[in-house]
């Protein structure tokens, strides 16, 4: 009788401890290395900027498929375009995608949408302009 609760005891304490190890691990947290583009409107004007698509290695889409640091890129186009372009209260959005293609191919139909409207003057972000990394808190 006593053989048999060692017995049951040790199994449990074996199924115990290794029920963690044969769980899915998740791989990473982050995923590394994005490819951002950015697009700059106004309302009071009917320029559009386009960046070219860039790869940032530094930048990270966490776990919830969000761009970490989204609002500091958007800023860094912001910034450029009221410096160097002259470009103020203007609206920038950052598209993102681990993919070049699948990013080229949304950035398209967005200048697609623009020069179907024919109010629009589209105009491309000087290819100096590069972003940087996202000083993540």
């Known amino acids: 009788m006593k053989y048999k609760k060692f017995l049951?005891?040790?199994l449990i304490t074996v199924i115990i401890t290794a029920i963690p190890s044969f769980a899915k691990q998740p791989k990473n947290k982050y995923q590394f290395g994005v490819y951002i583009a950015?697009?700059?409107?106004s309302f009071s004007d009917s320029l559009i900027y386009f960046t070219n698509v860039q790869f940032v290695d530094s930048a990270a889409i966490n776990d919830k498929k969000l761009l970490?640091?989204?609002a500091q890129y958007s800023i860094q186009l912001k910034r450029y375009l009221e410096t160097k372009q002259n470009g103020h209260n203007?609206?920038?959005f950052i598209y993102y995608n681990t993919k070049k293609n699948k990013l080229e191919k949304e950035i398209s139909k967005i200048k697609e949408k623009y020069r179907k409207g024919k109010m629009s003057i589209i105009l491309d972000v000087n290819p100096e302009f590069t972003f940087k990394r996202a000083e993540l808190y």
Do not use: I, M
């Open 38 to 41: 950015g697009v700059s409107a």
């Open 90 to 92: 203007r609206t920038c």
């Open 8 to 10: 049951y005891l040790l």
């Open 68 to 70: 970490e640091g989204r």
